[in-house]
T-cell receptor, first 110, second 113 residues
Framework: GIQVEQSPPDLILQEGANSTLRCNFS?????LQWFHQNPWGQLINLFY???GTKQNGRLSATTVATERYSLLYISSSQTTDSGVYFC????????????FGAGTRLTVKP | DGGITQSPKYLFRKEGQNVTLSCEQN?????MYWYRQDPGQGLRLIYY???????QKGDIAEGYSVSREKKESFPLTVTSAQKNPTAFYLC????????????FGEGSRLTVL
């Protein structure tokens, strides 16, 4: 089955620093989303980005589907950015199956 | 407000008991999903439903059951056959199967005593 790999698994930053999170996937996908899981467990939608680049405030994401990766950029990080970031992909051959990576745990220190 | 409501948020049960987790959406979405998350792990698909009166097994369906009698509702029953039921359960929906964004409820945390 498809492999979804996120790196790094853990990241510790000082407030104000920038970071790049990566998501690699092993097969063709129809769709890709980035989520932020807050400390209470809720999954917040960040980007729906099957291809191209999107920006939302301090966050931006780029997906290069032909090369099977996506990047999430966080600029000027804040303590509220802490949590786990997941990427998830819809399989090209099974539209009902969204596969999640293991996540990147981000800690932003004041 | 449109969204997905899960209840209860926290649930404790004794071994051998079945428990049902509720998931209701008012987004008019056709597709609904149940995921399980264990500590420090990603999400794994339990069951999904593309349309009313239809549902399919995901990767880890053993010990779980679902129903989809109404478009808005997709309850999950954790049966006594599920060997390790303590976990965080998340319900999600999308407008169509495999299309559009996936939106999540706030989750239900089940602890088996």
């Amino acid at each position: 089955g498809i492999q979804v790999e996120q790196s790094p698994p853990d990241l510790i930053l000082q407030e104000g620093a920038n970071s790049t999170l990566r998501c690699n996937f092993s097969d063709s996908v129809n769709n890709l989303q980035w989520f932020h899981q807050n400390p209470w467990g809720q999954l917040i939608n960040l980007f729906y980005i099957p291809s191209g680049t999107k920006q939302n405030g301090r966050l931006s994401a780029t997906t290069v589907a032909t090369e099977r990766y996506s990047l999430l950029y966080i600029s000027s990080s804040q303590t509220t950015d802490s949590g786990v970031y997941f990427c998830a992909v819809y399989l090209y051959y099974n539209n009902n199956d969204m596969r999640f990576g293991a996540g990147t745990r981000l800690t932003v220190k004041p | 407000d449109g969204g997905i409501t899960q209840s209860p948020k926290y649930l404790f049960r004794k071994e051998g008991q079945n428990v049902t987790l509720s998931c209701e959406q008012n987004l008019n979405h056709d597709a609904m999903y149940w995921y399980r998350q264990d500590p420090g792990q990603g999400l794994r698909l339990i069951y999904y439903s593309q349309i009313v009166n239809d549902f399919q097994k995901g990767d880890i369906a053993e010990g779980y059951s679902v129903s989809r009698e109404k478009k808005e509702s997709f309850p999950l029953t954790v049966t006594s056959a599920q060997k390790n039921p303590t976990a965080f359960y998340l319900c999600a929906s999308s407008i169509k199967p495999g299309a559009g964004e996936l939106f999540f409820g706030e989750g239900s945390r089940l602890t088996v005593l």
